[in-house]
């Protein structure tokens, strides 16, 4: 059975007073039944692990850089996000991708960093409008999930995979639940075919404009293992109640 995991992306947003946020989800959820995790800008991770001392909200990264040490200014290695105490990173997010003209090919190497660090890999990926709207939504989420996965160090416990269909991010605009079901069954049997037993293990996320009004629905999909949550993770109380529709979510 796979463990649910309710997982916030802070993106660009956070200064010091915002930890506050983090503190009253500790508080909320003492013992969740989910995983939890927020991934906050690279300059509170360290801050941040130690508001979240002693609770169940693991902490993350939101990119790293494939190799361990250089000249790449302004960049994260994996091994800097352990020293920092983070547990996680948040590779290939479609930001990332856009911004920083990452590929499958960078994402991938970013994931074998991190896995290599003893990271949890967060690997995002999904389609554009364009790409959807010309049916090209399951061949684009399948050259995605092929290229941005490494081949050796993959488990349920080493790596996540969250579909975030770039038009849904920060729309309001969500997939309908057939939509959702679809790709996240499709990339289920494709991570088995590939993983085995692992592809099995490893929890599918949705990700995009995920709030506390359409959770319940979204997590009740085909192979929804938790959410990527932008947005509503900033606030303690929007995040918490999607971490309370994914406890009430029927298992996996
Ligand atoms: C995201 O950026 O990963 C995301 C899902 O954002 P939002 O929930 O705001 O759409």
């Not at 660009?12 to 991934?39: F, I, K, Q, W, Y």
């Not at 488990?155 to 579909?163: M, S």
Request: one cysteine or more.
């Amino acid at each position: 059975m796979r463990r649910k995991l309710a997982a916030g992306n802070w993106k660009m947003n956070g200064t010091a007073a915002s930890l506050d946020e983090v503190r009253a989800v500790a508080e909320a959820h003492p013992a969740p039944s989910v995983d939890l995790l927020l991934c906050p800008p690279a300059t509170l991770i360290d801050r941040m692990v130690r508001a979240a001392a002693g609770s169940a909200i693991a902490v993350g990264g939101q990119d790293c850089h494939a190799a361990a040490a250089g000249a790449h200014t302004g960049d994260i290695s994996a091994a800097m996000l352990t020293d920092a105490g983070a547990t996680h990173v948040i590779l290939g997010h479609s930001e990332r991708r856009t911004d920083h003209g990452e590929t499958d090919d960078t994402v991938r190497a970013k994931a074998q960093a991190a896995l290599a660090e003893g990271l949890v890999a967060v690997v995002c990926l999904g389609e554009t409008e364009a790409q959807r709207d010309a049916g090209e939504t399951l061949p684009v989420v399948g050259r995605q999930l092929a290229g941005s996965l490494p081949d050796a160090g993959v488990t349920g416990a080493t790596l996540v995979v969250a579909y975030e269909p770039v038009w849904a991010i920060g729309t309001g605009r969500v997939p309908t639940l057939d939509q959702i079901a679809e790709v996240h069954d499709v990339m289920r049997a494709e991570l088995v075919g590939r993983f085995g037993d692992a592809g099995e293990a490893i929890r599918l996320l949705y990700g995009g404009s995920v709030k506390p009004d359409n959770a319940g629905e979204i997590f009740a999909t085909s192979n929804v293992d938790g959410a990527l949550v932008g947005g509503a993770s900033l606030a303690a109380t929007d995040f918490s109640a999607v971490i309370a529709a994914l406890e009430a979510a029927p298992a996996a």
